[in-house]
């Protein structure tokens, strides 16, 4: 039996781009399992996709094309909410119907199994769950003689050990190497958009992914090129900074920047309804704070209450109508087939009247059977709505949640707005500026990153983040392997390498040395890096800095990049420093550019060195930049 073509024969109603993308991931996937799995050992790998760019449809299709391969045991793993468990299942008993699909209350059936056809398994990543079913596959003995298949969806949420620096394994943790140690052979198959904690794991994790592959998104697809760009796209509309404070002061009117994302939804309702369309979603994420979702849902309602008062007395229609007229002139101006003004006021007042708007609060205290599938709904809450959270229709965002200092992949995790369900011309983000430039700069990072993936650059992998952002929570990054590289910081070797001049003079022969500094390109800096570093490879990694160089140029267009060259040096070994105070007030003027500064020094053995002249080389990265990667331990 095909399983790969019984399952592209039905996602292609859905989409003929996403049946040629899914066919494409399985293929490549699997292809590169048949490489590198040997059955008799366990295997790791990553498959890495945009947040809410079909990540579900693709491991679905590679977990097709692995049963044509003849494996029989697949463990879908999710995240430990009850709505997203019962998603999948129902999603994989639709779409794998040359499967035994079982959810983890489904263990009788499991057992009764007879292997007439491939097993898969829907489990949430919760520690009874996962310990319940972990007896089960031992006392079935289905994994004796044949490899188990685990797909971890969001890999990097719950799976990692948070005990790492404690030397102790976490307990989720601890059961999925259970899981696995069940067979002598084991696939398992990671699977997010937000990679930042797993390509940080240590070599001997035993998390860390052996390959990376990255599938693209549809070119339907709405994602952070779209609404992060630089300059600002059209959807982007700025708030103030402080409307977090201001909505929790009950004594003040709801804010400006809140009441325009009010009135841009009610219009985009409204054309919707005008179409047809019942379903339209409006996101408001203002903090992590209860008492912060429960003032949101107040101001919102009170405010809808206001305008129910406005439609019925026409001394109070006139401002409510020149708001939503302001609202539905910035949509016409992206959208301009919407409908007319005065048919799109008209449509509002019916929504308001018949009170066809839902304020639903979505929380760790909200009730399990909210439905935001269908209606009118404006959805506020915090943590529960990132991750793996899809909200249909989803057309205005409000977001003012800050964090001192913010974890990427949490942040981007918050960005549900990307997807394809959206009608691009009406949708609309609103958010202060300094919440749009961390996106913007996590949107740069993402797109790095994504670059060095593709460019098959696994091993010299390097996350490159503003210096108030971290890339993942700390507690799962072991800290003996982790690297960082802090720009703004003036770094060299203290055992260089002593072999360089002749072919450094060759390089540098047209290099003014009377120069304070000399803007060059990074490829001239690529070069002289490869002629540099420390005889033992630990305090100073050319390679590291010279992907660092690489991946400023590629990705950051306004990166500059200087050379400081001085020659005739008579510098000592051993004396903790380098530069001189002139040419570290120089290094230090260029905050913004990546600054390599070059001695080349006499090298006499009274001063500690073997007798020849050779280069040492400094090195500051740009201000405010961080470099993240690990060393082997």
């Not at 520690?127 to 969001?154: F, M, Q």
């Not at 899981?179 to 860390?208: C, D, E, M, R």
């Amino acid at each position: 039996m095909n399983h790969l073509s019984q399952y592209l024969n039905i996602i292609k109603a859905q989409s003929g781009s996403l049946r040629d993308s899914v066919e494409e991931t399985s293929a490549s996937v699997v292809n590169i399992i048949e490489e590198k799995f040997d059955y008799k050992s366990h295997l790791t790998g990553l498959l890495l996709g945009n947040v809410q760019s079909g990540k579900t449809a693709q491991l679905l299709g590679v977990i097709a094309k692995l049963a044509d391969k003849g494996f029989e045991l697949f463990i879908i793993l999710s995240t430990d909410n009850i709505y997203l468990q019962r998603q999948t299942l129902e999603r994989t008993i639709n779409a794998l119907q040359t499967f035994n699909v079982y959810g983890e209350e489904d263990d009788i059936d499991f057992l009764r199994n007879k292997l007439a056809k491939p097993i898969i398994i829907i489990l949430k990543k919760n520690t009874n769950v996962l310990k319940r079913w972990r007896n089960l596959l031992s006392s079935s003995a289905y994994c004796v003689g044949r490899p188990i298949v685990i797909i971890d969806d969001e890999a990097d949420a719950s799976s990692l050990n948070t005990l790492v620096n404690k030397n102790k394994i976490s307990t989720i943790n601890s059961h999925l190497a259970s899981i696995k140690a069940l067979s002598t052979g084991s696939l398992f198959i990671q699977v997010t958009a937000t990679p930042q904690a797993i390509l940080l794991q240590s070599n001997i994790s035993g998390w860390k992914p052996a390959f990376v592959y990255y599938f693209k998104p549809g070119s339907e697809y709405i994602g952070g090129d779209f609404i992060y760009s630089q300059p600002k796209s059209y959807c982007i509309h700025f708030t103030q900074e402080n409307e977090l404070d201001e909505v929790s002061n009950p004594d003040r009117y709801i804010p400006d920047g809140l009441k325009d994302s009010l009135m841009s939804f009610l219009v985009v309702c409204a054309n919707f309804s005008l179409q047809g369309k019942g379903t339209c979603n409006f996101l408001v994420h203002p903090s992590v704070k209860i008492s912060a979702h429960e003032n949101f849902s107040r101001a919102l309602g009170e405010h809808l209450n206001l305008l129910i008062l406005s439609i019925t007395e026409e001394t109070e229609q006139d401002g409510f109508k020149k708001e939503l007229k302001e609202q539905w002139t910035d949509l016409q101006k992206s959208k301009p087939d919407i409908g007319n003004f005065d048919d799109i006021f008209e449509e509002v007042t019916k929504l308001i009247e018949n009170e066809q708007f839902n304020i639903i609060v979505l929380n760790s205290t909200a009730a399990r059977d909210i439905n935001y599938q269908s209606g009118y709904n404006i959805i506020v809450g915090g943590n529960s709505l990132g991750r793996g959270v899809t909200f249909p229709a989803l057309q205005t965002v409000y977001y003012c949640r800050k964090a001192k200092t913010p974890q990427a992949d949490t942040f981007w995790q918050h960005a549900r707005m990307f997807g394809y369900d959206r009608d691009k011309g009406l949708l609309r983000v609103f958010l202060p500026p300094s919440l749009f430039n961390l996106f913007a700069e996590l949107n740069i990072a993402n797109r790095i990153l994504i670059n060095q993936i593709v460019n098959n650059k696994i091993d010299s992998l390097q996350l490159i983040y503003p210096a108030n952002v971290k890339p993942t929570r700390a507690n799962v990054l072991d800290n003996r392997a982790l690297n960082l590289i802090v720009g703004g910081v003036n770094l060299f070797s203290s055992n260089p390498v002593q072999d360089n001049a002749r072919r450094l003079d060759s390089l540098l022969s047209e290099i003014d040395s009377i120069e304070k500094y000399v803007p060059v390109s990074s490829q001239l800096l690529v070069d002289i890096l490869q002629y540099v570093g420390d005889e033992e490879g630990q305090d100073w990694n050319n390679q590291k800095f010279s992907n660092a160089v690489q991946a400023l140029a590629t990705k950051r267009p306004t990166s500059r990049f200087a050379l400081i060259l001085r020659t005739e040096r008579d510098i000592a070994k051993g004396t903790g420093t380098l530069l001189s105070p002139t040419d570290r007030r120089i290094s230090d003027s260029l905050e913004d550019w990546t600054v390599l500064t070059l001695y080349k020094v006499i090298g006499s053995t009274e001063k500690g060195w073997r007798g020849n002249p050779f280069y040492i080389p400094n090195i500051k990265l740009p201000d405010g930049v961080c470099f993240y990667d690990t060393i082997d331990i």
